[in-house]
């Protein structure tokens, strides 16, 4: 069976590799010049099994009138019909019980991707970079502490062996939080929380498939247009040609609908762009993962470097803010951690892009209405996290399809 797989970040890459598993012939088709060139290429490196609380809770809610007076600097908004549409969607998930079902949803996907991802570690010979980091979430506010307790016990209650911790005790696990400039009302610390470079993996990944000779890449090719006839997908118009095969699968992050949308089907995935920025480690740079929930910032140690990602700007692809945003992000990093990285350097790496974000934070995965056309997108805030497991069930729904 000749399966394309449409996109190769993180999600495409390792999607290519269980298709070969189940035998398929696969063909991977991206329009960069090179894999993981998208949200896969710098993001924060955290494989966050543990941290997969709901972006969509009754607390957004009360936030939204500070986000539309651009009173949170960490959260840019532009209203448009799109964003209004996927926003409408996004609030009615805005409930206890939903945030509830879809935290655990993606929990329930991030425990496997983490068996997943160990399984490729020892079968395959690449390093990208994975390290047992743990991760510590700084909380600010008895308000901050009340939220993550409200999760806590369904996640312990699923296996995670995520706790909360007080200040002192947050200290003993980094001892780097001395140097924090705010005050910390403690801490949820999830010892078994991982970080790797997911651009590593995937290049890795697809270079090692490659030479097994199972999936062929089509790189710096765009994909314009699904071509269905009589209810089936049967061909993707690559580069201005057809490219026929027995099975598509679409995972191409944030731009999924511009594709999908021509054989009428909406995934309802929006960009949210974020930044990081890539230094030289600091005097007290932490090796512990660390996020700021505050400031929407999070702070990873990769391969001798410290990785600073963060925020969240609904402004659909608009870049032109880039500069100001990665400068901003510099300074509240240097503000809040003025010892974790060299922010001098002269080697800085700024970076932007695009999570696919669905209004319940969980991933479209498998079969659409059109036979032959599956998707893998909408991985949101954890791409990298759930990327094995969604792409171990889009290969297997392939395959079981056919
Ligand atoms: C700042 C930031 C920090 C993050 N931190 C983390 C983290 O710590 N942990 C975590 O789990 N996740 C994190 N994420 C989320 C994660 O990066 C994404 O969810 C994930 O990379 C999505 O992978 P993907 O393969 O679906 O999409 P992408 O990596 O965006 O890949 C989509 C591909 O589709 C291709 N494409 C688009 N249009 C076309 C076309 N017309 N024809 C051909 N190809 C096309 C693109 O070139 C691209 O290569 C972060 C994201 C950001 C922005």
């Known amino acids: ?65 500070a986000l539309m007076l651009g009173r949170d600097e960490g959260v840019q908004v532009r209203l448009t019909p799109a964003l209004v549409t ?65 999760t806590l016990e369904l996640k312990r209650s699923h296996g995670c062996d995520t706790r909360i911790l007080s200040r002192a005790e947050a200290m003993a696990v980094e001892p780097a939080l001395e140097q924090v400039s705010e005050d910390i009302a403690g801490a949820v610390y999830s010892k078994s929380d991982e970080v790797a470079d997911s651009q590593k993996f995937t290049a890795g990944l697809k270079d090692w498939l490659e030479a097994t000779g199972t999936v062929k890449f089509r790189l710096s090719s765009d994909a314009s247009k699904l071509i269905a006839r009589n209810g089936r997908t049967h061909a993707v118009v690559v580069d201005e040609e057809p490219l026929e095969a027995d099975a598509f699968v679409v995972c191409m992050g944030a731009w999924s609908h511009e594709l999908l949308r021509t054989v009428g089907i909406n995934p309802h995935v929006f960009p949210v762009r974020g930044y990081s920025i890539t230094l030289p480690p600091g005097e007290a740079a932490p090796s512990v993962s660390m996020t700021a929930l505050r400031h929407r910032m999070v702070y990873s140690r990769l391969n001798g470097h410290v990785r600073i990602a963060g925020f969240a700007d609904f402004r659909g692809f608009d870049t032109s803010t880039d500069n100001e945003r990665t400068q901003l992000l510099l300074d509240l990093a240097r503000r809040y951690a003025p010892h974790a990285a060299d922010y001098d350097a002269d080697d800085i790496k700024p970076w932007g892009g695009f999570r696919p974000m669905t209004p319940n934070g969980q991933p479209r995965v498998g079969q659409t209405r059109s036979k032959g056309l599956f998707v893998n997108t909408g991985h949101g805030m954890l791409g990298w996290t759930l990327a094995c497991a969604t792409s171990f069930d889009a290969a297997r729904a392939v395959a079981e399809a056919h």
């Open 1 to 65: 069976m000749h399966v394309v797989v449409l996109g190769a970040g993180v999600v495409g890459v390792t999607t290519a590799y269980y298709l070969s598993r189940h035998g398929c012939d696969v063909t991977v088709v991206d329009r960069a010049s090179d894999v993981g060139d998208g949200a896969s290429f710098a993001n924060a490196g955290q494989l966050s099994y543990s941290f997969t609380d709901s972006l969509a809770k009754p607390e957004f809610l009360t936030h939204i009138p």
């Open 86 to 150: 996927w926003g409408t969607r996004f609030v009615g998930q805005c409930t206890r019980k939903h945030a509830r079902e879809n935290t655990l949803a993606v929990l329930k996907i991030a425990m496997r991707s983490a068996e997943l991802l160990a399984q490729i570690r020892d079968a395959l010979p690449f390093d990208f970079w994975h390290r047992k980091a743990g991760k510590l979430v700084l909380l600010s506010s008895q308000a901050e502490l009340d939220a993550a307790r409200n």
